[in-house]
């Protein structure tokens, strides 16, 4: 086999085929190979420079084949993390002992910290392969080092609920991500409840975020991010554009509103009501920019747009709107504008541009006129009824009136009934249907005189006798012939109509016996009782409750009747309705209960408005007002939201500050009381603060604080005072402790305690060593710094790199112990260094792996027996070779030890270097047994005679020299001559073991001689 050494520094040439043909000679060549370019040599290779420690072989590459595919490269997905922190010099000193806590807790990351000292930053990059690994490192890191801060943030009031969540999830989900404390306010009475309209624009409440500097960021981030999605669609009223622009804003059929929309993600809603206002609502930057074109639009219509007036027929007016005002909008650009139904007005204004007014009267007068019109006169077919006849016939008509398909019949109003206008329409495009409609009328209308109708009156109470189940009686009367007509149980009407529809001549009789029946159906209520009460009209509401409420738990399941105000109408024998007004109807338990209810109802309501009136006073120092108000009127909410108190302070002033202030509390006495207690208890807990400051030195504010201020939230927590370290531009050794006198001296003494416990632990000293020590003293990657740490107990830091004088500075923190066993520790490392040897050997390069040997084990062995170290890790420092293929070896050690190791080191290389190359013939069938003799390492004649053979198909074979005893191997096949490199003394001694080992193989080999044997014939041997 090819020594390791070698084989690093060779060219790689091609492999022979592992599986030749039967045909071919197992030492045939190789196929020629595609040149290759030469590459630059890769430093960090261990082939290439071998270091003690690790093994210099390596297991050569297989040739591909054309049998299999090439195996897919894995590659592992790095996740990976980068923070970058603002560290005090405290900090930085306890760096060394957080990242190896960290390091621990979260086993699969690799953190790397650097530090920039011009901007006092230092970085963080955090390395895994598990995401969820690298967060929780980062978040360890950031708890651990990070500053603790207190932020807020401005929110819109109106998007409180968004923010929490449902079930505060939204909290609950930041706080878990990033470890913060978020405060949110409780909701301000005066806050509206989410509105259209910008919520930017309404109150503010200022959320408030405690943790790390970083987390806190990052907390802040996702809290906008929630307000800038909701915040990022508005919507907007228009409540200052005239209503008879909507139809022109909406277009023709909705047209000219869809191509508005189309300028992003947004939505218009015009109302069909005239006092309604426009609403756009969308992405904040589209509704600005629909809302500017519209109001263009406006601008543009007021300045341009005039008006037609003219006379219409009201029953006319029909045709006028729906698809035909679409239709003449459409073509002409103008609107029609109608009076209300109900007004008597038959004035119809067209509205437009005024070049398209004409347009627009014409296919108005089309539109109106292109329909039959036929009226039925009431009160002409009934010249002797009065006009309350003719509201009957409306009444009795409505669900009654002939239907055809294009035939319309409209009944009169109730202000055209007042006016005698009792005309009902019928209307048509088609001439005959609409003369069928209206014949049908004339003859329902004309079998209906005055004689045929009868009115009862009922109380509305016992209507719903009247009519049975489910309206069982009405349809027994209707089988009667006569139609009893029962007005809407909420009308309060106490009218019934019964309209005879019968021959004349049963007429009175079949009304006569209608009329006994619906009386005596509605006896039962002849026992009904109407009181009227008086209650103050501004408590009806508390009465009536959401949506009639509390009225109908107060009424019960007893069939009531109670109206509040002038909105009832008058029973009979009761005196004129005032707004304060409450009239009861029922049964007369029923309306005894009730009416006692409402009044002890009422007069709660009343002592309630007492009692939520009661004023009181309370004199504080005006210097304290700030700190009752609170941060943006915290405590004042607090106890408005608590105790319903109404808190007024007087306006501040300079003068105030320093003389007593009253404040005026409002609300229920029970709770005004209260509300002045808290505030008396504040005041004198404010009297008796005070506040104490200490000098502390700035790199001991972290200690006193805690990992994650748990120190300082302790002593806070445990004596109800506030302990506040500088920040920004404050003086920066001095912390202030703040609160009431006596929790203030407890916590300043266990804080000058602590502080004397941390200053005796955090002891400092600096101590000056070569620089050629420092290399020692960090060790690989660090490992004998942070060893010396852990054993010390002490923490080491390099605080300047060496001088003019060639010193470097170390400074040691930690209790004095700590820093006597580091500085004996380094002292000693750095005696050892000053009593060391360096020695630079020049030993030719090709000779390093050699002395190194396989897996670094031949140079271990010659330095132990040189008297040098047994450890691994100081062997390697002992001895090394370089890496740039120079000669240079360096031996660092104490000088006699040096000087041993030296020695063997070049002797053992002169060995190396009186080798020479001998040639062997020896028949191939014999290689594998020299092999196995001289060819591996570690093989008998290596290590008997530190020889090692090379056979003709290995790779090293053409690098050796030609052998010395050419002329001896005369015209051997070269396939059969095997190089032998060695001393030439022990050389010869091999090749006499190599004759024995073929003179063995030719004597088995060599055939038998015949043996000498007669054959006698069997009869000749019986004769």
């Given at each position: 086999?090819?020594?390791?050494?070698?084989?690093?520094?060779?060219?790689?040439?091609?492999?022979?085929?592992?599986?030749?043909?039967?045909?071919?000679?197992?030492?045939?060549?190789?196929?020629?190979?595609?040149?290759?370019?030469?590459?630059?040599?890769?430093?960090?290779?261990?082939?290439?420079?071998?270091?003690?420690?690790?093994?210099?072989?390596?297991?050569?590459?297989?040739?591909?084949?054309?049998?299999?595919?090439?195996?897919?490269?894995?590659?592992?997905?790095?996740?990976?993390?980068?923070?970058?922190?603002?560290?005090?010099?405290?900090?930085?000193?306890?760096?060394?002992?957080?990242?190896?806590?960290?390091?621990?807790?979260?086993?699969?990351?690799?953190?790397?910290?650097?530090?920039?000292?011009?901007?006092?930053?230092?970085?963080?990059?955090?390395?895994?392969?598990?995401?969820?690994?690298?967060?929780?490192?980062?978040?360890?890191?950031?708890?651990?080092?990070?500053?603790?801060?207190t932020t807020a943030v401005l929110v819109p009031a109106s998007l409180r609920a968004h923010v929490i969540g449902a079930g505060g999830k939204h909290i609950k989900s930041i706080t878990e991500q990033t470890?913060?404390?978020?405060?949110?306010?409780?909701?301000?009475?005066?806050?509206?409840?989410?509105?259209?309209?910008?919520?930017?624009?309404?109150?503010?409440?200022?959320?408030?975020?405690?943790?790390?500097?970083?987390?806190?960021?990052?907390?802040?981030?996702?809290?906008?991010?929630?307000?800038?999605?909701?915040?990022?669609?508005?919507?907007?009223?228009?409540?200052?554009?005239?209503?008879?622009?909507?139809?022109?804003?909406?277009?023709?059929?909705?047209?000219?509103?869809?191509?508005?929309?189309g300028r992003g993600e947004v939505m218009i809603k015009v109302p069909q009501q005239r006092n309604a206002p426009i609403l756009v609502q969308g992405e904040r930057a589209s509704v600005a920019a629909v809302?500017?074109?519209?109001?263009?639009?406006?601008?543009?219509?007021?300045?341009?747009?005039?008006?037609?007036?003219?006379?219409?027929?009201?029953?006319?007016?029909?045709?006028?709107?729906?698809?035909?005002?679409?239709?003449?909008?459409?073509?002409?650009?103008?609107?029609?504008?109608?009076?209300?139904?109900?007004?008597?007005?038959?004035?119809?204004?067209?509205?437009?541009?005024?070049?398209?007014?004409?347009?627009?009267?014409?296919?108005?007068?089309?539109?109106?006129?292109?329909?039959?019109?036929?009226?039925?006169?009431?009160?002409?077919?009934?010249?002797?009824?009065?006009?309350?006849?003719?509201?009957?016939?409306?009444?009795?008509?409505?669900?009654?009136?002939?239907?055809?398909?294009?035939?319309?019949?409209?009944?009169?109003?109730?202000?055209?009934?007042?006016?005698?206008?009792?005309?009902?329409?019928?209307?048509?495009?088609?001439?005959?249907?609409?003369?069928?409609?209206?014949?049908?009328?004339?003859?329902?209308?004309?079998?209906?005189?005055?004689?045929?109708?009868?009115?009862?009156?009922?109380?509305?109470?016992?209507?719903?006798?009247?009519?049975?189940?489910?309206?069982?009686?009405?349809?027994?009367?209707?089988?009667?012939?006569?139609?009893?007509?029962?007005?809407?149980?909420?009308?309060?009407?106490?009218?019934?109509?019964?309209?005879?529809?019968?021959?004349?001549?049963?007429?009175?009789?079949?009304?006569?016996?209608?009329?006994?029946?619906?009386?005596?159906?509605?006896?039962?209520?002849?026992?009904?009782?109407?009181?009227?009460?008086?209650?103050?009209?501004?408590?009806?509401?508390?009465?009536?409750?959401?949506?009639?409420?509390?009225?109908?738990?107060?009424?019960?399941?007893?069939?009531?009747?109670?109206?509040?105000?002038?909105?009832?109408?008058?029973?009979?024998?009761?005196?004129?309705?005032?707004?304060?007004?409450?009239?009861?109807?029922?049964?007369?338990?029923?309306?005894?209960?009730?009416?006692?209810?409402?009044?002890?109802?009422?007069?709660?309501?009343?002592?309630?408005?007492?009692?939520?009136?009661?004023?009181?006073?309370?004199?504080?120092?005006?210097?304290?007002?700030?700190?009752?108000?609170?941060?943006?009127?915290?405590?004042?909410?607090?106890?408005?939201?608590?105790?319903?108190?109404?808190?007024?302070?007087?306006?501040?002033?300079?003068?105030?500050?320093?003389?007593?202030?009253?404040?005026?509390?409002?609300?229920?006495?029970?709770?005004?009381?209260?509300?002045?207690?808290?505030?008396?208890?504040?005041?004198?807990?404010?009297?008796?603060?005070?506040?104490?400051?200490?000098?502390?030195?700035?790199?001991?504010?972290?200690?006193?604080?805690?990992?994650?201020?748990?120190?300082?939230?302790?002593?806070?927590?445990?004596?109800?005072?506030?302990?506040?370290?500088?920040?920004?531009?404050?003086?920066?050794?001095?912390?202030?402790?703040?609160?009431?006198?006596?929790?203030?001296?407890?916590?300043?003494?266990?804080?000058?305690?602590?502080?004397?416990?941390?200053?005796?632990?955090?002891?400092?000293?600096?101590?000056?060593?070569?620089?050629?020590?420092?290399?020692?003293?960090?060790?690989?990657?660090?490992?004998?710094?942070?060893?010396?740490?852990?054993?010390?107990?002490?923490?080491?830091?390099?605080?300047?790199?060496?001088?003019?004088?060639?010193?470097?500075?170390?400074?040691?923190?930690?209790?004095?112990?700590?820093?006597?066993?580091?500085?004996?520790?380094?002292?000693?490392?750095?005696?050892?260094?000053?009593?060391?040897?360096?020695?630079?050997?020049?030993?030719?390069?090709?000779?390093?792996?050699?002395?190194?040997?396989?897996?670094?084990?031949?140079?271990?062995?010659?330095?132990?027996?040189?008297?040098?170290?047994?450890?691994?890790?100081?062997?390697?420092?002992?001895?090394?070779?370089?890496?740039?293929?120079?000669?240079?070896?360096?031996?660092?050690?104490?000088?006699?030890?040096?000087?041993?190791?030296?020695?063997?080191?070049?002797?053992?290389?002169?060995?190396?270097?009186?080798?020479?190359?001998?040639?062997?013939?020896?028949?191939?069938?014999?290689?594998?047994?020299?092999?196995?003799?001289?060819?591996?390492?570690?093989?008998?004649?290596?290590?008997?005679?530190?020889?090692?053979?090379?056979?003709?198909?290995?790779?090293?074979?053409?690098?050796?020299?030609?052998?010395?005893?050419?002329?001896?191997?005369?015209?051997?096949?070269?396939?059969?001559?095997?190089?032998?490199?060695?001393?030439?003394?022990?050389?010869?001694?091999?090749?006499?073991?190599?004759?024995?080992?073929?003179?063995?193989?030719?004597?088995?080999?060599?055939?038998?001689?015949?043996?000498?044997?007669?054959?006698?014939?069997?009869?000749?041997?019986?004769?």
């Open positions: 086999m090819q020594d390791a050494g070698e084989a690093s520094t060779s060219v790689r040439t091609p492999m022979a085929d592992p599986f030749p043909s039967l045909g071919e000679p197992a030492s045939a060549a190789p196929a020629p190979s595609k040149p290759q370019r030469e590459a630059r040599p890769d430093v960090s290779s261990e082939d290439a420079f071998p270091t003690l420690g690790a093994s210099s072989a390596q297991v050569p590459r297989a040739a591909p084949t054309a049998w299999v595919s090439p195996v897919p490269v894995i590659q592992r997905v790095i996740h990976q993390a980068t923070i970058s922190l603002r560290l005090s010099e405290e900090q930085l000193a306890k760096l060394n002992t957080v990242l190896p806590k960290v390091q621990a807790r979260c086993p699969t990351v690799k953190i790397e910290a650097s530090t920039t000292r011009k901007t006092g930053y230092t970085t963080f990059i955090i390395k895994g392969a598990n995401e969820a690994a690298v967060q929780l490192a980062k978040k360890e890191l950031t708890v651990q080092l990070a500053r603790r801060v470890g913060v404390r978020i405060h949110v306010p409780p909701r301000s009475a005066e806050a509206a409840d989410e509105a259209v309209g910008d919520p930017l624009l309404g109150e503010q409440m200022e959320i408030t975020i405690e943790g790390d500097e970083i987390h806190v960021d990052e907390a802040q981030a996702l809290i906008q991010a929630i307000v800038a999605e909701r915040t990022s669609k508005i919507s907007q009223r228009l409540s200052h554009i005239e209503p008879e622009f909507y139809p022109f804003l909406g277009g023709a059929r909705a047209e000219a509103l869809a191509a508005s929309e809302v500017d074109a519209m109001e263009a639009q406006v601008r543009d219509m007021r300045a341009s747009f005039q008006t037609l007036s003219l006379t219409i027929p009201k029953r006319q007016h029909a045709f006028l709107v729906g698809n035909n005002a679409a239709d003449i909008l459409a073509a002409t650009q103008c609107h029609i504008e109608l009076p209300p139904v109900h007004d008597v007005s038959e004035v119809v204004t067209i509205r437009g541009p005024q070049t398209q007014l004409p347009l627009a009267l014409t296919a108005a007068l089309e539109r109106a006129n292109a329909v039959t019109i036929k009226v039925v006169d009431l009160g002409a077919l009934h010249p002797q009824a009065d006009a309350q006849h003719a509201q009957h016939l409306v009444q009795w008509l409505g669900p009654r009136t002939p239907r055809m398909d294009g035939v319309q019949v409209f009944l009169p109003a109730a202000t055209a009934l007042q006016t005698g206008r009792a005309h009902v329409e019928v209307v048509g495009e088609s001439a005959e249907d609409v003369a069928r409609v209206h014949r049908e009328l004339e003859q329902l209308v004309r079998a209906v005189g005055p004689d045929a109708v009868r009115v009862a009156t009922i109380d509305p109470l016992a209507h719903e006798w009247v009519a049975g189940k489910r309206g069982q009686h009405l349809k027994t009367y209707e089988g009667r012939g006569v139609d009893v007509l029962v007005p809407p149980e909420d009308s309060g009407r106490s009218d019934i109509l019964l309209v005879h529809r019968g021959a004349p001549a049963e007429r009175d009789a079949a009304l006569e016996t209608v009329l006994r029946d619906v009386v005596a159906a509605a006896a039962p209520a002849a026992d009904l009782q109407t009181a009227h009460i008086s209650i103050p009209a501004q408590y009806h509401e508390a009465i009536l409750g959401p949506d009639r409420t509390v009225l109908n738990a107060l009424m019960g399941e007893d069939r009531m009747q109670v109206t509040l105000g002038r909105r009832s109408v008058v029973p009979p024998g009761l005196e004129a309705l005032t707004d304060d007004s409450v009239v009861v109807r029922g049964a007369p338990t029923a309306v005894e209960r009730v009416v006692a209810r409402l009044q002890q109802m009422a007069a709660d309501a009343e002592q309630d408005s007492i009692d939520s009136r009661f004023v009181d006073e309370l004199n504080v120092p005006g210097v304290y007002v700030p700190r009752l108000i609170g941060r943006g009127g915290a405590a004042v909410t607090k106890l408005r939201d608590e105790l319903g108190v109404r808190v007024d302070f007087p306006d501040a002033d300079d003068t105030s500050r320093a003389k007593s202030v009253p404040i005026v509390l409002t609300g229920r006495k029970e709770c005004v009381a209260e509300a002045k207690a808290r505030l008396t208890a504040q005041v004198q807990r404010l009297m008796d603060e005070t506040t104490v400051r200490l000098r502390v030195p700035s790199a001991m504010h972290g200690a006193l604080i805690g990992p994650g201020g748990k120190y300082v939230s302790r002593l806070q927590d445990k004596y109800g005072v506030r302990i506040l370290f500088p920040r920004g531009n404050d003086d920066a050794d001095e912390v202030s402790v703040r609160g009431g006198k006596r929790g203030v001296a407890e916590a300043q003494a266990e804080l000058l305690e602590l502080l004397a416990y941390e200053q005796e632990r955090n002891q400092a000293e600096e101590m000056t060593v070569p620089q050629r020590a420092i290399a020692r003293i960090l060790g690989r990657s660090g490992a004998t710094i942070n060893q010396l740490r852990l054993e010390s107990g002490a923490e080491i830091d390099v605080e300047r790199e060496a001088g003019a004088g060639g010193q470097a500075v170390l400074r040691l923190r930690g209790a004095r112990d700590a820093i006597q066993a580091a500085r004996a520790a380094v002292s000693a490392i750095v005696a050892e260094v000053e009593r060391e040897a360096e020695l630079h050997l020049t030993i030719p390069s090709q000779f390093h792996a050699q002395l190194i040997g396989q897996g670094g084990q031949r140079l271990r062995d010659l330095i132990v027996r040189a008297g040098g170290p047994t450890d691994a890790r100081a062997q390697a420092q002992t001895v090394r070779f370089a890496r740039d293929r120079s000669d240079g070896v360096v031996v660092r050690a104490d000088q006699d030890v040096a000087e041993r190791i030296a020695a063997l080191l070049q002797s053992e290389a002169q060995v190396l270097a009186d080798r020479v190359v001998h040639g062997k013939v020896v028949p191939p069938r014999l290689h594998g047994q020299m092999v196995a003799r001289g060819g591996r390492p570690g093989s008998p004649w290596q290590q008997s005679y530190g020889i090692q053979l090379v056979l003709p198909h290995w790779r090293e074979y053409a690098e050796l020299d030609a052998p010395v005893n050419a002329a001896e191997l005369g015209d051997a096949d070269p396939a059969h001559i095997i190089k032998v490199l060695g001393s030439p003394a022990n050389v010869q001694q091999v090749f006499k073991d190599m004759d024995m080992v073929i003179a063995n193989d030719a004597q088995r080999r060599r055939p038998r001689p015949p043996r000498a044997a007669r054959v006698d014939d069997a009869d000749d041997a019986a004769a």
